[in-house]
């Protein structure tokens, strides 16, 4: 691939990127937004943060396939407890980095 | 004397950096494991640094990287990335209500940034209260400039790295489960999230690619707006 092609894919791959970031953003910073959609949205960021994290704790990659046994799920207990008990975002991916790595270690 | 006005703003761009750490932290060796790839499937240094700059998204990159070097078509690798990026409609559509009013150049500068990771944390901490949008948009530009510059030095350096080292491949997922606990609020947020998981499972192990998140955060937050709405009925008729 010559070097304007290459640079004219990012150029498209920068765009379907850009795109749905910016247009919900601009459309909807300037209207009061139906009550029914304000509440929607209001659920949204809870149901992705857990739909990013259900496939790494419980899930093989490569095939795809359920598990109870990965290092991953098994860190998250400690994660999670001190976050609830904590509040503190920096002690918490402290805490998580270093229960991966001991786990890692005897698992 | 020193002017009130720099350093307000050097406080909001120091708010910004010190959220963004653990972003920063977890980019940087999946950045260089991208370059390593990159570097594997051909691309030259320059290459890895336009891409990094003009699509910043961390999977859609990985796979467009992946079909570049099994020489797939360009219509192909756009709408693979399309369709895995279609999940920040619904991030971009959530931090809306923290922008009235702003304006678009703002708007356009913001956007660019919005990853998952700097969503995840731009929103709790606007939900939090007190999160300046500036502070928010050195977030967005300090991720990237991690982004940037991990891919790159992995294309260079990258297998000289030794994968693992003291838990960094946590770093993000730690990050995702402290946001979510800070998110729980309520029973009706309990149950969303548990039904979120419980659909992206489903979705991840039967349909191909990486249309997961779309689809399940966006049923079980209509799940969870129905159950919000039917207790509520419920309350009003006892």
Request: charged share 15%.
């Given at each position: 691939m010559s070097s304007r092609d290459f640079l004219l894919l990012m150029l498209a791959l920068g765009a379907v990127t850009y795109l749905p970031r910016l247009l919900p953003l601009v459309m909807l910073s300037r209207r009061t937004l139906p009550g029914w959609f304000a509440e929607w949205l209001e659920l949204i960021p809870v149901a992705i943060l857990s739909a990013l994290i259900a496939?790494?704790?419980?899930?093989?990659?490569?095939?795809?396939?359920?598990?109870?046994?990965?290092?991953?799920?098994?860190?998250?207990?400690?994660?999670?407890?001190?976050?609830?008990?904590?509040?503190s975002l920096a002690g918490t991916v402290i805490v998580g980095m270093l229960s991966y790595w001991g786990l890692r270690q005897i698992m | 004397m020193p002017n009130p006005i720099a350093i307000k703003e050097t406080g909001l761009v120091r708010a910004g950096l010190a959220a963004a750490w653990p972003i920063c932290l977890g980019y940087f060796p999946i950045g260089l494991s991208l370059g390593v790839l990159a570097q594997k499937g051909g691309l030259a240094p320059w290459q890895m640094a336009a891409m990094s700059l003009l699509v910043f998204a961390g999977g859609a990159q990985f796979i467009a990287v992946a079909m570049l070097a099994t020489g797939a078509s360009a219509l192909a690798i756009v709408s693979t990335v399309f369709m895995v990026n279609l999940r920040h409609l619904l991030m971009s559509s959530a931090?809306?209500?923290?922008f009235p009013g702003v304006s678009r150049r703002f708007l356009a500068l913001f956007a660019y940034g919005?990853?998952?990771?700097?969503?995840?944390?731009?929103?709790?901490?606007?939900?939090?209260?007190?999160?300046?949008?500036?502070?928010?948009?050195t977030l967005n530009h300090a991720a990237n400039a991690t982004w940037v510059v991990s891919t790159v030095a992995g294309v260079y350096l990258g297998q000289l790295v030794p994968p693992g080292a003291a838990g960094v491949d946590y770093a993000l997922t730690g990050m995702f489960?402290?946001?979510?606990?800070?998110?729980?609020?309520s029973p009706i947020f309990t149950a969303t999230a548990l039904l979120a998981a419980v659909?992206?499972?489903?979705?991840?192990?039967?349909?191909?690619?990486?249309?997961?998140?779309?689809?399940?955060?966006?049923?079980?937050?209509?799940?969870?707006?129905?159950?919000?709405?039917?207790?509520?009925?419920?309350?009003?008729?006892?």
């Open positions: 496939p790494t704790l419980f899930a093989q990659s490569n095939p795809r396939v359920f598990t109870l046994g990965k290092v991953e799920l098994f860190a998250a207990l400690p994660t999670l407890l001190c976050a609830c008990k904590t509040r | 931090l809306a209500v923290h919005l990853t998952d990771e700097s969503f995840a944390v731009n929103l709790t901490r606007f939900n939090q209260g007190g999160w300046n949008r500036f502070s928010a948009l489960l402290c946001l979510l606990a800070f998110q729980i609020s659909l992206s499972l489903l979705t991840y192990l039967w349909l191909p690619g990486n249309a997961y998140v779309l689809v399940a955060s966006s049923l079980a937050a209509t799940a969870g707006l129905a159950l919000k709405r039917a207790w509520r009925k419920r309350e009003k008729t006892s």
